[in-house]
């Protein structure tokens, strides 16, 4: 069963799960799309990338497939789990590129920005 993070919910209501421990992601390195109580943070949306949103989110200046060792990041590949940028995913989906949603992943604060019927229509989880 995946982890929760005690107190955090995710965007139906429930406890935040675990989004991925390979590759570590969320803005903690902690696996969660976690804000541990700091408003600032704003990798709150838990994806599945495809080669297609890696291609387009390198377009717009947000390169994640490139390896960066100088940051431990490795890049990922199509099929990893990622911690994504809020707005990043909201540009992505008005540009009919958004990945897929793992809705039970994805921290509850992503609903400030975004509706959850956009998020259920791309969730991997509830169909």
Not at 29 to 50: N, P
Not at 71 to 84: E, Q
Not at 114 to 127: G, I, M
Request: hydrophobic letters at 40%; one cysteine or more.
């Amino acid at each position: 069963m995946p982890q929760t993070l005690i107190g955090e919910k995710n965007v139906l209501g429930g406890q935040l799960l675990a989004c991925s421990y390979a590759p570590v992601t969320g803005y903690f390195r902690d696996g969660c799309c976690s804000i541990h109580d700091t408003q600032s943070v704003a990798h709150l949306v838990c994806v599945k990338v495809t080669a297609e949103f890696l291609e387009y989110s390198k377009r717009r200046g947000n390169d994640l497939s490139t390896p960066r060792p100088e940051l431990r990041f490795k890049g990922l590949v199509p099929g990893d789990r990622w911690c994504l940028h809020v707005l990043r995913w909201v540009e992505a989906y008005e540009a009919s590129m958004a990945p897929r949603v793992i809705l039970e992943s994805t921290h509850e604060q992503a609903l400030k920005y975004v509706a959850l019927d956009a998020l259920k229509a791309h969730a991997l989880d509830v169909h």
